[in-house]
């Protein structure tokens, strides 16, 4: 079963036709969906959406949990799966418990303070974006029990060690032709040190949890990256020349 995120819903793909015609049954209603995911240590899938946290058990029957924010962004859940975390627009971390099942009612969640005192102290986000940010991308790797990786859009990495108490920033700094390296769109972990960022102005990859960078897509026009991932030792990254506003007039896609 194929799931996919859309503008206005949850679909399943039911087959691709001749032309590139695409069959669908829409499954749930949402506003945009930011991103699907399916973790190894808790059954079912999870769709972030800016009209909340979706889930299904088995991806035919959808749910709205209830969150203290209406918009998610990003969703993970720890190596164990005792823990589900969400990524809010404005920027803020909740987590749940789910040794009992999935937490479905507000009272099932709790801010992470010590992201919330990190927030406190930045100043995130751009006047495009009404001067909000938000967690676009909420990483964790199975070696690396108490390790949360955030990636803030606009507002740069941070890296916890300690499951969300203390925080680092890990800036991709050393790019002076870079103007917007803060402006994360996604994460993709390699290895529990090794990521891949995708940003409004480039690439980036670091094999030391984010300490230094190193750039990718030099000599490429594409430098807005959406999205990056891993399949046999190699990165495949979406790249455009521009931001989403820019798509239908500048179709110079890779």
Not at 2 to 19: C, K, M, R, V
Not at 232 to 249: L, Q, V
Request: net charge negative; glycine share 12%; hydrophobic share 30%.
């Amino acid at each position: 079963m194929l799931i996919a995120g859309s503008t206005d819903g949850i679909y399943q793909i039911n087959g691709i036709n001749e032309g590139n015609t695409i069959e669908t049954t829409k499954l749930y209603d949402t506003g945009e969906v930011f991103r699907i995911c399916q973790f190894e240590a808790i059954e079912g899938l999870f769709a972030a959406a800016d009209s909340g946290l979706c889930y299904s058990e088995t991806g035919a029957e959808w749910t709205t949990l209830s969150l203290p924010e209406n918009q998610v962004y990003a969703v993970t859940a720890s190596p164990s799966g005792d823990l589900l975390y969400a990524g809010t627009r404005p920027a803020g971390l909740l987590v749940g418990e789910c040794e009992d099942g999935v937490p479905t009612e507000e009272g099932d969640w709790e801010v992470v303070s010590g992201f919330q005192q990190l927030r406190a102290q930045n100043d995130w986000g751009i006047p495009r974006h009404d001067g909000l940010a938000q967690i676009r991308s909420l990483r964790t790797y199975p070696t690396a029990t108490d390790r949360l990786i955030v990636g803030i859009e606009v507002g740069g990495i941070y890296v916890s060690d300690d499951s969300g108490r203390t925080w680092t920033e890990r800036s991709i700094d050393g790019f002076d032709d870079v103007p917007h390296t803060d402006d994360i769109h996604h994460i993709e972990l390699i290895n529990k040190d090794t990521m891949v960022a995708s940003t409004g102005s480039g690439l980036f990859r670091s094999a030391d949890s984010g300490r230094t960078w190193e750039r990718l897509d030099t000599d490429h026009r594409q430098r807005y990256f959406r999205e990056a991932f891993v399949h046999n030792g190699t990165i495949y990254a979406g790249g455009a020349p521009g931001s989403s506003s820019t798509w239908e007039d500048d179709t110079d896609h890779a």
